[in-house]
């Protein structure tokens, strides 16, 4: 072959690699399926209504308007619902398939049902039974005002814990407030009188990295995060051990098998039994009993 020849061969060979390589990338699919879940490719993925109805909602929590619960009335399937479509878009419950779909519904719930529970050891339907029990702490030692420039305190009003994850401290509710766009600052009552608002502050503490460069707890729930030599040397790993990691720190994690890491674990295996799923699908690394806490004794908006 002569050299022109060979010439013209790599011209016709570079040409084909960058028509292939100038080719603009298929635009990323997007789904709508009303106003549940819309403009986003979660949304392809089946959404929670689909997966998750009243019926099931009313199994979890089947004690919640007992008349002696504290906050009859208050919770139910439609608020949880109208929350959870501001962040299915974003993955909540629509990330990985229909069963990560129900396991994340459940791991949320299981913080949620073991912090506003009022169920005890022989509770009629057994201490599980009750979550929901409660949307505000009911005799507050103090009213959470610490002194912080950026989020005062406004006078008259107590930042005790308030929603279906309970939030402390005027701090708190300012961080929230902004991620919400509700001024709670200076109404922190708003989270004990809308339950959809309850509902949605949770999600956020869900979907929300507390610090940048730091997972949320629905990225180390459905495996989006990768934990570093660090962590991995800290035994702080993918699953729902983390979730608790990043949502309470090291007043749960990294004390052995204590009860109030035992009792949120439990929440969670039993609302997986409920959902059909079963508890032996709990997944890897359920605990953080010995789990270095990623944000040591600090400002934790559900401590």
């Known amino acids: 072959m002569g050299r022109l020849s060979v010439v013209a061969v790599a011209m016709v060979v570079l040409l084909a690699v960058a028509s292939v390589g100038g080719k603009k990338k298929d635009k990323e699919k997007v789904c709508d399926k009303g106003w549940e879940c819309s403009g986003s490719k979660y949304c392809c993925n089946e959404t929670i209504t689909d997966y998750f109805q009243v019926y099931q909602f009313e199994n979890l929590f089947s004690k919640r308007n007992a008349p ?25 419950g629509t990330t990985g398939g229909k069963q990560m779909g129900m396991k994340e519904v459940a791991a949320f719930f299981g913080h949620v049902g073991s912090k506003t529970s009022c169920g005890y050891g022989v509770a009629t339907g057994g201490p599980l039974a009750w979550g929901l029990c409660y949307n505000h702490e009911m005799s507050p030692s103090q009213s959470y005002c610490a002194d912080d420039y950026k989020y005062p305190c406004t006078p008259g009003a107590e930042y005790y814990g308030r929603g279906a994850l309970p939030v402390y401290w005027n701090y708190n509710y300012g961080v929230l407030g902004e991620g919400l766009k509700v001024d709670l600052l200076n109404h922190p009552e708003y989270l004990e009188q809308n339950a959809t608002l309850a509902f949605q502050a949770a999600m956020w503490r869900w979907m929300t990295p507390m610090k940048k460069k730091q997972p949320s707890a629905h990225d180390v729930f459905v495996g989006n995060w990768k934990p570093s030599k660090n962590d991995t040397l800290e035994k702080r790993l993918p699953g729902f051990g983390m979730t608790m990691n990043i949502l309470y720190a090291d007043l749960v994690c990294g004390q052995g098998f204590i009860d109030s890491m035992n009792n949120i674990i439990s929440h969670y295996q039993y609302y997986l039994d409920l959902m059909g799923i079963g508890r032996e699908f709990s997944g890897d690394n359920l605990d953080c009993a010995e789990q270095k806490a990623l944000n040591p004794s600090g400002k934790s908006a559900s401590s």
């Open 68 to 92: 002696v619960a504290h906050a009859v009335g208050f919770w139910d399937y439609q608020s949880f619902i109208t929350a959870a479509a501001v962040y299915e878009p974003l993955g909540f």
